[in-house]
């Protein structure tokens, strides 16, 4: 069974629904879902070296998001969240960074992944957590997405 070796939770303010993911080099995230090479184009949009993820309520609503990134000994277990996207992203530093989908916006968390120049096999899964919507009212109250974007060789 494998083993969570590192975790970090932060959260990130989404522009119009998207946020990307990608390596920090020298301060700033560096790769093609930041440096407009990549266009979104479902709920998660995966280059070789990077991801542009759209939230769950991408009507213009800005709300905040949660993101955990866990480094794993091998494949993580299998849980209810909802699993968006399992691939490969090459990575050539060992810090990834969470930023607004959007130009010049300073990204809002750093997690080591431990070694760099690596190809990691990497699952994004999400759960979104709302209050019941009530009479009277056209939408849940309150509602919170999260995310866990998984590492493990």
Do not use: C
């Not at 992203?89 to 010049?104: D, Q, Y």
């Amino acid at each position: 069974m494998s083993s969570l070796l590192r975790s970090l939770t932060d959260e990130v303010r989404p522009e119009y629904g998207l946020f990307a993911v990608a390596n920090v080099i020298d301060g700033r995230l560096v790769g093609s879902s930041v440096d407009g090479t990549m266009e979104p184009r479902t709920r998660i949009t995966a280059g070789h070296d990077g991801l542009i993820v759209e939230t769950a309520y991408s009507d213009r609503y800005v709300h905040t998001v949660h993101n955990r990134f866990e480094r794993w000994d091998g494949p993580p277990p299998v849980d209810d969240w909802e699993e968006l996207w399992s691939g490969r992203l090459l990575l050539k530093s060992e810090l990834i960074g969470v930023e607004p989908w959007a130009a010049g916006y300073p990204h809002d968390m750093e997690f080591d992944l431990g070694q760099g120049h690596t190809t990691w096999s990497t699952r994004v899964a999400t759960k979104v957590l709302r209050t019941e919507q009530e009479p009277g009212f056209r939408h849940a109250i309150a509602r919170i997405e999260l995310y866990k974007i998984q590492f493990w060789t």
